[in-house]
């Protein structure tokens, strides 16, 4: 499965955007882009995925690199309860796993 | 509805219990998962069922018993566990798995707390 690295800490002032980043140089052509987030005592939550092209919804946008080898994920108003770990992984291969590496644990200051 | 329930929420078991966990979806994904989660660590990937076949099973020890019984239905079954067996117990499910499996997003359930005394 291919890696991705995420920074392990960021903090965010509430209603200011955050950028969280997310690299995979040795993402494969077939690779999504898949993002989850977890907040305290709760299962993983969906927030976004894409392929190649910037992708909205109502949770956040990525914005993703023309060579693909990074991408961002734009909360673009931060609230205390988008404190939470974000997890950025690459879905793809035979298989098409989620597997989950150390994500980035954002930290929002009211 | 993207929802997927597990229960129960919280359990407590002696070493030589044996108990089981379920996890339900009504979407019709055809993909259900088991993860494991120890506190502070991110998600493990224990099993997949695709079209209600065991399709991975990542070493799990065997006293970890994981059965499909329909498409909608995962369980998992605990038998002599360990106390090093304690921890959040997370079932997932999506449209499919396999090759086509990345243009699917995937949806948990809130998990079932394991305490192994």
């Known amino acids: 499965d291919a890696k991705t690295t995420q920074p392990n800490s960021m903090e965010s002032n509430e209603e200011e955007p955050v950028h969280l980043p997310c690299n995979h140089s040795?993402?494969?052509?077939?690779?999504?882009i898949h993002w989850y987030r977890q907040l305290p005592s709760q299962g993983p939550e969906y927030v976004i995925h894409?392929?190649?092209s910037n992708v909205n919804n109502r949770m956040a946008s990525l914005a993703i690199a023309e060579d693909r080898k990074s991408s961002t994920l734009i909360l673009h108003r931060a609230t205390l309860r988008d404190a939470a770990v974000y997890y950025c992984?690459?879905?793809?291969?035979?298989?098409?796993?989620?597997?989950f590496g150390k994500g980035t644990k954002l930290s929002v200051k009211p | 509805d993207t929802e997927v329930t597990q229960t129960p929420k919280h359990l407590v078991m002696g070493m030589t219990n044996k108990k089981s966990l379920k996890c339900e979806q009504h979407?019709?994904?055809?993909?259900m998962y088991w993860y494991k989660q120890k506190a502070k660590k991110p998600p493990e990937l224990m099993f997949v069922?695709?079209?209600?076949?065991?399709?991975i099973n990542e070493s799990v020890p065997s006293r970890f018993s994981p059965e499909c019984p329909n498409s909608s239905l995962l369980n998992l079954h605990l038998h002599a566990l360990q106390p090093e067996d304690s921890a959040l117990y997370l079932c997932?499910?999506?449209?499919?798995?396999?090759?086509?499996?990345?243009?699917?997003?995937?949806?948990f359930g809130p998990g079932t707390r394991l305490t192994v005394t």
């Open positions: 894409g392929l190649t």
């Open positions: 069922y695709s079209y209600e076949k065991l399709s």
């Open positions: 997932a499910s999506s449209q499919a798995w396999g090759r086509a499996a990345g243009v699917y997003e995937q949806y």
């Open positions: 040795t993402i494969s052509g077939t690779d999504y």
């Open positions: 992984i690459l879905r793809g291969g035979s298989q098409g796993n989620l597997i």
């Open positions: 979407m019709g994904h055809r993909a």
